[in-house]
């Protein structure tokens, strides 16, 4: 079903606009600088909309300092207390995160709502299986798919009673099959934009898999409206992933599009740091660039060729490809640097265009 859209910031969310990659910070909240820094590195990867927990009236207190600070939409991240959401909101909150059933009582969950809606913020409704409310899982029989969605559509169609119409659901599962089929019974019944997610996915290697498996499927099939990837550690790491997954499927085209080769027994250079540092070194850029680094004359000089920019190595060397020419061979032990050279100059030509 289309979504409706909504507005974070200067973000659209819903209603066909391109799907926008989010993350959270997990520095303390209270620390001004550290997390205008965190926000400032996730900012240069290409994130859209930062989230921010708010869990105290402190930490209320540096969100809108941190807001003054920088220029990313910020999202506060609110549990139990009501009134730490309404004055993130007059903080600067560009959205408010919540779980209406830890909030409490209805005259609580009002004030949010009429608040948001006279500052125009948007609420999102994150239902997380880990904590349904006991009535649906009783009806249900535990955290089901059924039970995520009755959840999600109960909030909001009260918070819609008491007047919210700027709303974003999330129904978050641990388990990846179960949040394919929650995201897909809700948008057959549902024209709220869906943030979409895999709660807890773990650390770098597993929740890359579970996030790119569940999310890989929903978004091919047209479901999704905004994104994060939920990783135990580097939250930098969530951006560099979620975009990923948006590139695979040709949903954004923004920044390096990186072809490597797994290496095998003919490679004769040192390859896989030297296409990790490639990476990394790249991963500023916003120009939509596809980088090759090839280990061989195999497949090399094809990838190489069809690349913006690339390398084909050889014996301690490679041979510098630039839209599909050779343009000269050099020494192992300046691919990196030569190679990141050629792509940052596109890349500036890129921007000036
Ligand atoms: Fe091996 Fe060459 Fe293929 Fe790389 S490109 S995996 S080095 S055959």
Not at 48 to 72: C, L, M, N, Y
Not at 214 to 233: F, M, P
Not at 261 to 267: D, E, F, H, L, S
Request: hydrophobic fraction near 40%; proline fraction near 3%; glycine fraction near 8%.
């Amino acid at each position: 079903m289309k979504t409706r859209r909504v507005r974070v910031g200067n973000v659209p969310i819903g209603g066909g606009t391109s799907v926008s990659v989010q993350s959270m910070t997990n520095t303390n909240t209270t620390d001004i600088s550290a997390t205008r820094e965190q926000i400032r590195r996730l900012e240069n990867v290409g994130c859209d909309i930062v989230r921010i927990a708010v869990p105290s009236h402190d930490s209320v207190k540096t969100f809108g300092e941190i807001k003054k600070q920088v220029s990313i939409p910020l999202v506060a991240d609110i549990h139990f207390d009501y009134t730490l959401a309404l004055a993130a909101m007059d903080a600067g909150a560009d959205k408010i995160r919540i779980n209406p059933g830890n909030i409490g009582k209805s005259a609580h969950l009002r004030a949010i709502v009429e608040k948001a809606v006279g500052c125009k913020i948007p609420i999102r409704i994150g239902v997380n299986s880990g904590s349904i409310e006991k009535s649906i899982l009783l009806a249900e029989g535990g955290p089901t798919v059924s039970a995520l969605v009755a959840s999600a559509l109960k909030h909001a169609t009260l918070l819609q009673d008491m007047g919210a119409t700027d709303l974003v659901l999330s129904l978050k599962s641990s388990d990846v099959i179960n949040t394919v089929n929650a995201y897909r019974k809700i948008s057959k019944q549902s024209d709220l934009p869906l943030h979409l997610g895999v709660t807890e996915a773990g650390t770098r290697r597993t929740g890359t898999i579970k996030s790119s498996v569940a999310l890989g499927i929903l978004l091919a099939e047209g479901i999704g409206d905004t994104l994060r990837v939920s990783l135990t550690g580097d939250p930098v790491e969530e951006v560099n992933v979620g975009l990923q997954i948006l590139r695979s499927l040709r949903l954004r085209s923004r920044g390096i599009n990186l072809i490597s080769c797994p290496t095998c027994g003919r490679t004769q250079v040192d390859m896989v740091p030297i296409a990790e540092q490639v990476e990394q070194r790249l991963s500023h850029l916003t120009a939509p660039l596809t980088v090759a680094v090839m280990g061989c004359e195999v497949n090399g000089p094809g990838e190489a060729r069809e690349a913006d920019v690339g390398v084909a190595c050889g014996r301690q060397s490679a041979l510098l490809f630039k839209k599909g020419e050779v343009v000269r061979k050099i020494k192992e032990q300046d691919i990196v640097e030569q190679l990141v050279e050629e792509a940052e100059a596109m890349a500036e030509l890129w921007e000036r265009q």
